[in-house]
């Protein structure tokens, strides 16, 4: 199974970055601890998220759901989004299409 989008890849990378700051102890996914995650400056905080966006990208396309910090991730075929979970009443959908 692979993830179809039509959506430009940046713009689709972009929402979900934002999405997945929003979800507690997100940056467990890189196997850090708060004072790891406090310690990196503002731009290689952006590259680890940037990375995890990509790599949760790649998951979705094999899994249809996944666990992230707290939260979670869930790839939507029938509705072209993906819905990040990021605690019972937030939830963000990036849509994949244009």
């Not at 929402?15 to 196997?31: G, H, K, M, N, V």
């Not at 249809?64 to 979670?72: A, E, F, P, R």
Request: with cysteine; net charge negative.
């Amino acid at each position: 199974m692979a993830i179809t989008y039509n959506r430009a890849y940046d713009h689709i990378l972009d929402d979900l970055s934002r999405a997945l700051t929003t979800i507690p102890q997100f940056y467990e996914a890189f196997e850090m601890e708060a004072a790891d995650w406090e310690d990196l400056s503002k731009d290689e905080k952006d590259v680890c998220i940037r990375t995890l966006s990509d790599d949760l990208f790649y998951v979705l396309g094999t899994e249809t759901s996944t666990d992230v910090g707290l939260g979670s991730a869930e790839y939507d075929s029938s509705h072209a989004v993906i819905k990040v979970t990021a605690g019972p009443q937030l939830i963000h959908v990036i849509s994949l299409r244009e």
